[in-house]
């Protein structure tokens, strides 16, 4: 605990510099993404008991990377498929790799990043939660469950918005500590105590939504905030101070010798920030239960006599649309290539001319589609430039095209 | 860009940039407040609420707000133009209005929408939601997913003044304005205080109903004085900044505080909560912790960490969650669809309708069509200036119509943009590196155009 942050940074540099190396030496990093646990044509049903009698359960999985691989669009349509179904129960199972734009992070590694996909999420959680409550084309309003195995980063936040949440025996959420250093170094600090105030508060207005304590995602989020927790009859009482019987976080202060050491947080004993596991998820009462296997986690929900698998598509859909974005990316680069090879054939005549722009034009409008089709989830480094500004750039180059074109003459 | 920027250098207007912590015009006539004590003070209302009201008047010259009491008044007489009688009750006060004097002398300037009556005699309250903001549904429809929620860009107080009308024909008598929006410019925010404390709430009973107001979209509303929050609601995080996170200072961080106390005497709170939003740190500590009376149920604030309840540490700067905002009596219930907020504000049994569908309409397109416009000004304005220089080189005259024809619907379609939303006059021009896209500058540049086919 006296070791100071500086060298868990240098650390986490060196191993993410040779992880980097290893991504490298492998196939395409950025198409690279592991195979889905399912079918692409979609589900199987699987029936246990009687047909007429049934839990209708659908299955959601999400791996890969939160945000490009899921994300608003292919969740929308997930959600759709899985309203046509009917469920009685809908089931996110959260395994997502932990990374960001392609950058894989190690998981005892914070995310000072994951609170700018804060938008995201806000977004996403109406989709599994208000829609189904409140709106109208939900006739039939399914129980909505997250089954967490792996929430580090952005992806964290997203369960808390649900009621019922269960765990894997090795599940971890959290990845979204040390907001207090956010900006650090940058301008004024009550310039930066606003922007770690905003996005704190706008974290716990989404675990409220599924009636969580705020404690817990304070404890997740700042380092310097102290949280203790005492038990009566097996419930938790919050403590902002040491005062509890069990410490959760301590104000990691530096100068006292209270960081985290490199060598407590590899082994995630650190108490900087809070990770939920499943012992503690259910101690600090986040958890329904524990359950490591679909039938256990049917048990759990209550239905494991008498449930029926739907056929979904959710799988198929977030995997049709991950490859989407990995061929987009890969598509959108070797189009600029083209773009730049694009000559003017002899004897460059008005219609060699002709021809050499309609071959500019009708590239950038491929371009076009794909950064409009995937620009959510498109990785800005993939590409080499920001989506939107490459869409408004590609639009004034075609109206130059067709200006050139106006002007030339035979 | 570059040939845009000379063209523009020609044409570069000098504009007197609107000051922005306008307050509103000062008043010519005087309410008349008569206290028990025998003095009768000459001001203005400056808000009120169920037994209490802050009073503003000059003393020797230098204006002060006060605080009295009902116990304090015996009798106000108010000035019709400048401080009509609020309009609408607040809930569990229909037949008791605040301290607002007898009804023969308060007659507001502004005719306040009556609720219809049901078959039964029962008063029917016509409810209309205003977005302030995107609400976050918006982002499952493609076409409003990205749009943002900057306040002075995309959320303007001439929408919300433009709105009223279709309001007020609709029958609405009360208006909810629901927020979402990280924040914007605080230059807007003396523009929403005037609409909102002069035109809004004398004509409808008009309450905040919060998802998000970070910042500029919480100091915006400030001044009402009901607040109702969505389940995941947050309020705060209101400290001035600009360019990499400097904070304001000196004179300019005075005048905004200053206008946020005001505004907290309007919306009938303690001006400690805004000041424990706004300030931390380097720019002077603003803890806040509270005291709940247990018998009453009163929060007595401290701006120090004495009270019962920190809410915010020195070091922090406060944003209130929903749940904490009801328990302080910031806010009045947590309500998570339209129906739950109307069940809040005008009781359980009460009867109340939805309506003012055209002005919500109106304020949501508003937003879109902005959004819009400072997403694609660059690119309509670079589109405008190529037209203008082909035109320029084509001697065929028809052909040289078809281009400025071309630039002339650029034009319009920056000129449009700016009709509608005043505000991107200037967020427009910085964009393109002009002071503003006034009338001025459209006069000019329609004259370049006619000169082209000259």
Redesign the interface.
């Known amino acids: 605990m006296r070791n100071t942050m500086r060298r868990l940074a240098g650390f986490i540099a060196a191993g993410a510099a040779a992880l980097a190396a290893t991504a490298l030496a492998g196939a395409d990093a950025q198409s690279a993404r592991p195979a889905r646990p399912d079918q692409p044509a979609g589900k199987q049903a699987k029936l246990v008991g009687d047909a007429a009698e049934a839990a209708k359960i659908y299955m959601i999985t999400f791996t890969g990377e939160y945000g490009r691989d899921e994300s608003i669009t292919p969740m929308r349509r997930v959600m759709e498929d899985a309203r046509k179904l009917q469920p009685d129960i809908i089931v996110v199972k959260v395994d997502c790799e932990f990374k960001k734009f392609g950058k894989e992070k190690r998981d005892f590694e914070p995310d000072l990043g994951s609170f700018d996909q804060m938008e995201s999420v806000r977004q996403m959680a109406v989709l599994v939660t208000d829609d189904i409550d409140f709106g109208a084309e939900w006739a039939k309003k399914p129980r909505m469950v997250f089954w967490v195995k792996k929430a580090l980063g952005g992806v964290a936040f997203l369960p808390f918005a649900c009621k019922e949440i269960y765990y894997t025996s090795d599940a971890k959420h959290g990845g979204i500590g040390y907001l207090d250093l956010l900006f650090d170094g940058v301008g004024d600090e009550v310039v930066r105590e606003k922007q770690r105030s905003l996005r704190l508060g706008r974290a716990i207005g989404i675990s409220a939504k599924g009636g969580y304590d705020d404690h817990i995602i304070k404890a997740m989020a700042r380092a310097d905030y102290v949280l203790s927790v005492s038990f009566e009859g097996g419930k938790p009482t919050w403590h902002e101070d040491e005062s509890g019987d069990i410490l959760l976080t301590d104000d990691g202060n530096k100068e006292a010798g209270r960081r985290d050491t490199v060598e407590d947080a590899v082994r995630y004993r650190g108490n900087d920030v809070l990770t939920l596991d499943a012992e503690w998820a259910s101690r600090l009462g986040v958890s329904r239960g524990t359950c490591n296997t679909d039938e256990e986690l049917f048990f759990a929900l209550g239905v494991a006599r008498n449930h029926e698998v739907l056929p979904g598509k959710a799988d198929s859909i977030l995997h049709e649309w991950g490859k989407g974005v990995s061929d987009g990316e890969l598509a959108i680069k070797r189009l600029r290539r083209e773009l730049r090879e694009v000559r003017v054939k002899p004897p460059a005549e008005y219609a060699e001319r002709t021809a050499a722009r309609g071959r500019r034009k009708a590239i950038l409008k491929q371009m076009l589609e794909f950064l409009t089709r995937y620009e959510e989830s498109i990785n800005p480094d993939a590409i080499e430039a920001n989506p939107p500004n490459l869409i408004q750039q590609i639009k004034l180059q075609i109206d130059q095209i067709d200006q050139e074109q106006r002007r030339d003459k035979r | 860009m570059q040939q845009y920027t000379k063209l523009v250098r020609v044409f570069l207007i000098a504009v007197a940039a609107a000051s922005i912590f306008c307050l509103g015009a000062s008043m010519a006539r005087a309410d008349k407040l008569h206290l028990k004590d025998g003095r009768v003070l000459e001001g203005t209302v400056e808000s009120e609420g169920d037994g209490f009201m802050y009073f503003k008047y000059k003393v020797g010259g230098i204006e002060q707000s006060t605080l009295f009491s009902s116990a304090d008044i015996t009798k106000l007489e108010r000035d019709s133009a400048t401080n009509p009688v609020p309009s609408a009750p607040t809930p569990g006060k229909a037949d008791k209005p605040a301290v607002t004097g007898k009804a023969e002398e308060s007659k507001p300037a502004v005719a306040a929408a009556k609720p219809k009556a049901s078959k039964d005699g029962k008063r029917v309250e016509r409810l209309a939601i205003l977005n302030f903001g995107p609400p ?2 918006w ?2 429809d ?1 076409r409003t ?1 990205e749009v943002e929620s900057t306040v002075g860009v995309q959320i303007s107080a001439s929408a919300f003044k433009n709105a009223i009308p279709m309001l007020e024909k609709d029958g609405v008598t009360a208006v909810a304005v629901r927020i979402n929006s ?1 924040g914007g410019y605080l230059s807007e925010l003396a523009k929403f205080h005037e609409v909102l404390q002069n035109d809004f709430k004398p004509r409808f009973r008009t309450v905040g109903w919060v998802e ?1 107001a ?2 500029a979209a919480a100091m915006s509303p400030w001044v009402l004085e009901e607040f109702y929050m969505l ?9 001035g ?1 600009y ?5 304001m200072k000196g004179i300019e961080l005075e005048v905004v505080l200053a206008m946020m106390e005001d505004a907290s005497r309007k919306g009938g709170r303690d001006p400690k909560i805004m000041r424990s939003m706004q ?5 002077g500590e603003a803890p806040l912790s509270a005291d709940i009376d247990p018998v009453t149920g009163d929060v007595t604030w401290h701006q120090d960490v004495s009270g019962q309840f ?1 809410l915010n540490p020195p ?9 904490q905002a009801v328990k302080f009596k910031f806010a009045k219930a947590i309500a ?2 339209p129906e739950d907020l109307a069940h809040a504000m005008f009781g359980e049994h009460a009867e109340f309708e939805f309506g003012g569908k055209d002005a919500a309409d109106y304020v949501d397109s508003n937003m879109i069509e902005s959004d819009t416009a400072e ?2 000004a ?2 309509v304005v ?2 405008y200036v ?1 037209r203008i220089e ?1 035109a320029a ?1 084509t001697q065929d005259r028809a052909e040289r119509g078809a281009l400025v024809g071309q630039a002339r619907t650029f034009l319009h379609q920056l000129k449009r943009w700016c009709e509608k939303n005043p505000n991107l006059e200037q967020v427009l021009g910085n964009k393109i590196g002009v002071e503003a896209l006034d009338k001025e500058w459209f006069q000019i540049e329609e004259e370049r155009l006619k000169n082209l086919m000259k």
Do not use: M, V, Y
């Not at chain 2, 389940?231 to 400290?239: D, F, H, L, S, V």
């Not at chain 2, 360019?243 to 904070?247: S, W």
């Not at chain 2, 300030?279 to 720019?283: E, Q, S, T």
């Open positions: 976050s549904s982002g499952k493609p997913r990280g998000s970070i910042s389940p995941e609601g947050n309020i705060g995080a209101c400290t900044w360019g990499r996170l400097q904070a300030i931390c740190c380097d720019r920190l070091n922090q700067i406060l944003t209130f969650t929903a749940e998570a669809t997403k694609h660059i690119e670079i589109k190529r082909e080189a």
